[in-house]
């Protein structure tokens, strides 16, 4: 994955669904908030801009107003990418919430133009690499048993005003390996010949409910 293309196209192909979502999200949100506790132009020139085109800070999001990761990146349980949220997700409250403000107008004036935000992207792997989002949000092993945080790989995303990597080892072989490595079976599923059934050696290939685990260190799990 090299460009957010796909993910803007697929969910900008379908607005009514995420806008009514939206909408219901923000009467909720609109009930929660104190009156007059609306941000003004001088709390927004205190977000840093980072590198990106509208100064979009997570902390406010994800945080001050509870906005859960997956309502935005919708696609990180069921494909291999998270996804950048389609323009019309974000109009979906943008119509009616903090339309003073100068960021939010520039959101606006992309919904007018019809025309996707082009969001430089931060976490990247070379092409050659297979990475499923999905398959570590629905994880369930015995260190996994409710899935990996999107926090563990990407660090404290939910209090950046601007997003960075967390860690400067990510997404390097030796990362993604060192995590798999660590999860119980691995080895032993490695080291395993075809067994008879029920043998030590190939229960140790099973997890606690009682499915096969994957091979999580041969070479073509993560390459094509
Ligand atoms: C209101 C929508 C919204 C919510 C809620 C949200 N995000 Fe985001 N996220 C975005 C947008 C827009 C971007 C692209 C702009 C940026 O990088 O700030 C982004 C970018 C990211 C990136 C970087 C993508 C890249 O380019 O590498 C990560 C990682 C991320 N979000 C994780 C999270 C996590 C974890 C949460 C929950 C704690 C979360 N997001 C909640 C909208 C959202
Ligand atoms: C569920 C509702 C909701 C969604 C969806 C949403 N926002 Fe917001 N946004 C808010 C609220 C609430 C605030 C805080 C407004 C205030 O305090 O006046 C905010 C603030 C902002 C601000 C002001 C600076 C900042 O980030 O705090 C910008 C810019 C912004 N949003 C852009 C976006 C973009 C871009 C998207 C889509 C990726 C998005 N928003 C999606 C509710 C939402
Ligand atoms: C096991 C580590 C790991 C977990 C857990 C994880 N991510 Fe990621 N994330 C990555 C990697 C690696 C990339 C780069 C993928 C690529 O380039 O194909 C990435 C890329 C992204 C991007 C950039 C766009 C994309 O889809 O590639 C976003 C947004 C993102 N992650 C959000 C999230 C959110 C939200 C969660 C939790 C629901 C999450 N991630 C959980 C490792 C992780
Ligand atoms: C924080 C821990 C962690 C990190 C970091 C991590 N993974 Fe994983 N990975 C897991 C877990 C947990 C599973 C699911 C195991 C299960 O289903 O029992 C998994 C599963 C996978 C699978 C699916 C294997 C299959 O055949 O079902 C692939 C492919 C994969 N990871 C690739 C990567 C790549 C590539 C990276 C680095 C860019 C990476 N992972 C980083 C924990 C991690
Ligand atoms: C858990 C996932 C994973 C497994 C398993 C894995 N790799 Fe990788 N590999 C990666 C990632 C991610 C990169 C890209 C980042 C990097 O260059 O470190 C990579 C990069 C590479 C590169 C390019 C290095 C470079 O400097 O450009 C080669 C060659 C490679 N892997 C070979 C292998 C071989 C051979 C195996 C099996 C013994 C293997 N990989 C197993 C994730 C994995």
């Known amino acids: 994955m090299t460009d957010y293309g796909c993910a803007t196209g697929r969910s900008g192909g379908a607005p009514a669904a995420p806008l009514f ?29 980072g590198p990106q085109p ?11 107003n ?6 935005c990146h919708v696609y990180a349980r069921r494909s291999n990418v998270a996804g950048v949220p389609s323009v019309a ?26 025309e996707p935000i082009p969001w430089v992207r931060i976490h990247d792997v070379p092409d050659f690499v297979r990475f499923p989002h999905y398959r570590h949000v629905n994880a369930k092993n015995e260190t996994y048993p409710n899935g ?33 490595l660590k999860i119980p079976g691995t080895l032993e599923r490695k080291r ?18 009682g499915r096969h685990r994957p091979n999580l260190t041969d070479c073509l799990t993560c390459h094509k």
């Open 89 to 114: 997700l974000c109009m979906g409250c943008h119509q009616f919430v903090a339309t003073q403000l100068s960021e939010v107008k520039k959101l606006s004036e992309y919904w007018q133009k019809k």
């Open 148 to 180: 990996v945080l999107c926090q563990t790989c990407h660090g404290p995303v939910d209090t950046m005003q601007v997003v960075q990597l967390a860690d400067a080892n990510f997404g390097l072989m030796g990362w993604c390996l060192a995590c798999h």
């Open 21 to 49: 979502a939206a909408a219901l999200a923000f009467a909720l949100l609109a009930w929660a908030s104190p009156a007059g506790a609306q941000m003004t132009e001088e709390q927004l020139a205190r977000i840093p801009a």
């Open 54 to 64: 509208i100064k979009f800070s997570h902390q406010v999001h994800a945080t001050d």
């Open 192 to 209: 395993a010949t075809p067994e008879a059934p029920g043998s030590a050696k190939l229960m140790s290939g099973l997890r606690p409910d």
């Open 66 to 71: 509870q906005i859960p990761c997956q309502y």
